[in-house]
């Protein structure tokens, strides 16, 4: 099993930035790609970040590219989403999740592992 455990969530200013941090324990997830997930009141959730299992590979969804940073350190089992210039529509629960592949992936149903997720709340 897999337990993903989101933090760093909180209020900000828009404008401003937060770190997320999702901290990975029991098996692995360095072998596997990993990505940050959104769900916004009211709407379904949706794809935000994407890295492969080494790092050396990225894909964004098109609101927050430019953005958005999705990292991964695998010797702390530690994937993180810098998240810059944060707007009221960033507002949302952020979720982490581990794919069953080692190449990105934005497809939800490719991610078998997800964590609680973390409240980002952005006030204009």
């Known amino acids: 099993q897999v337990q993903l455990v989101e933090s760093g969530g909180g209020l900000v200013q828009a404008g401003g930035s937060l770190r997320l941090s999702c901290a990975a324990s029991g098996r692995t997830v360095s072998a596997y790609a990993m990505g940050w997930f959104r769900q916004g009141p009211g709407k379904e959730r949706e794809f935000v970040a994407t890295?492969?299992?080494?790092?050396?590979?990225?894909s964004y969804a098109d609101s927050v590219k430019g953005r958005f940073t999705i990292s991964r350190d695998n010797a702390k089992n530690t994937v993180y989403l810098q998240m810059n210039g944060l707007k009221p529509e960033d507002t949302a629960v952020y979720y982490c999740?581990?794919?069953?592949?080692?190449?990105?992936?934005?497809?939800?149903?490719?991610?078998?592992?997800w964590g609680q997720g973390t409240q980002v709340t952005v006030s204009s």
């Open positions: 999740a581990r794919a069953q592949t080692s190449g990105w992936t934005y497809h939800r149903n490719n991610y078998p592992y």
């Open positions: 890295i492969n299992w080494s790092g050396s590979s990225t």
